[in-house]
């Protein structure tokens, strides 16, 4: 069994692409689902009710709005999430032509703009991550060759480490992260909060102030982890995607998992150097 998990392990690594395409396609895919769902947030007074939401993002033209109006018919709306969660099956799925997955992966990315203005409350950074790594797949299969895929693979890698590079350091001129008082005020909330977790935390504040230092100093820390052609890389990765099983267990971000792990092989793929062509 751990023979094959390691050789599973290895094909994903050799894969940077096809691994982020699949697994950000799993993003989508519960996104999808989950607005298909919740037809509530866009009903009349809700989150997201276009009366209200319509003059949030205003549109240049008038063809542009006509198209915004058309979009937010419930019918079109459901039929769009239909059409975006049957491409990121094409996606998961074991298929391999690259002119196939290529018009996957641009279909979620442009459907993405087009939806945007209808869930604009309720959105992510997991829907930021997915768009991007959607993107860059589409124009990396779209060039066709070797060089193009790998580019796009690089691509990911460097925005991930941007990402959490950026995360900690925005976080630092915050006064509650740098006293370790930032991960007890945010359980404490009814948004992202966790009861149980939090009663842990303030039972016992100098591991909640170990804790909130320690994500600080790993989001700051991580662009290092490219030094040395990726010595820690794995390590490093490991770190933080536990880090997003937690936050997926206790604040609820579960779609943030999918989306920032897709792109781990193509993280380890930069700091080691090596490119990839599926």
Known sequence: MLSRLRKVAERACATPLTTAER???AT???SSLEYMVRRADREPGGLNDWTHTRAQVPAKTRGIQSVRDFIAREPVTQA???SRALAAAVLISPVRNNTVRMAANAYLTVSQVLVYPRHLFGTDGSDQVSFLVQTAAALGRAGGTD???TAAVQFIGA????S???SGWAKLPG???RSGDALAKIMRTQTY????FFKQLDRYPAVSRAICHAVLALECGFPLLLLRKGRYIEAGLLVMGLFHLANARFMGLSRFAWAFVSTYPSVRALAKGTGEAS
């Open 193 to 196: 909060g966790d009861e149980w």
């Open 80 to 82: 769009l999430h239909g």
């Open 147 to 149: 060089a193009t895929r």
């Open 28 to 30: 989508h895919l519960l």
């Open 164 to 166: 959490y590079g950026a």
């Open 175 to 177: 006064d509650a992260w």
């Open 23 to 25: 697994l950000s396609a």
């Open 159 to 162: 925005q991930t480490v941007l």
